[in-house]
């Protein structure tokens, strides 16, 4: 019978080898978005605000398509998010 000491040592370890993986698969995804010639791209967005008023409605009002900067890569880097997921997502909500 597995004691409980083993079992949480297990899964502390499986859980940091998790984070690792993560953090090394971000920072060679930042590399190599860093020496890519072609790092930026554009992806047509249509946004709308919803304001919510006072008496319980919700008000929108939308903007034309605009086209939107984006990296080209698999994490959000400099402040853009990814042209793959603008490219899924077209239709940008602004809650206010």
């Given at each position: 019978?597995?004691?409980?000491?083993?079992?949480?040592?297990?899964?502390?370890?499986?859980?940091?080898?998790?984070?690792?993986?993560?953090?090394?698969?971000?920072?060679?995804?930042?590399?190599?978005?860093?020496?890519?010639?072609?790092?930026?791209?554009?992806?047509?967005?249509?946004?709308?605000?919803?304001?919510?008023?006072?008496?319980?409605?919700?008000?929108?009002?939308?903007?034309?398509?605009?086209?939107?900067?984006?990296?080209?890569?698999?994490?959000?880097?400099?402040?853009?998010?990814?042209?793959?997921?603008?490219?899924?997502h077209p239709d940008q909500k602004i809650d206010i």
């Amino acid at each position: 019978m597995l004691e409980f000491a083993t079992i949480k040592r297990a899964v502390l370890r499986a859980v940091g080898a998790l984070v690792l993986l993560f953090c090394v698969v971000y920072a060679g995804d930042y590399t190599f978005l860093r020496l890519r010639p072609q790092r930026f791209g554009t992806v047509t967005v249509e946004s709308h605000y919803e304001i919510h008023e006072k008496n319980g409605k919700t008000e929108y009002d939308y903007n034309p398509p605009a086209p939107t900067t984006c990296v080209t890569s698999l994490f959000p880097h400099l402040g853009y998010q990814p042209c793959w997921y603008l490219q899924r997502h077209p239709d940008q909500k602004i809650d206010i």
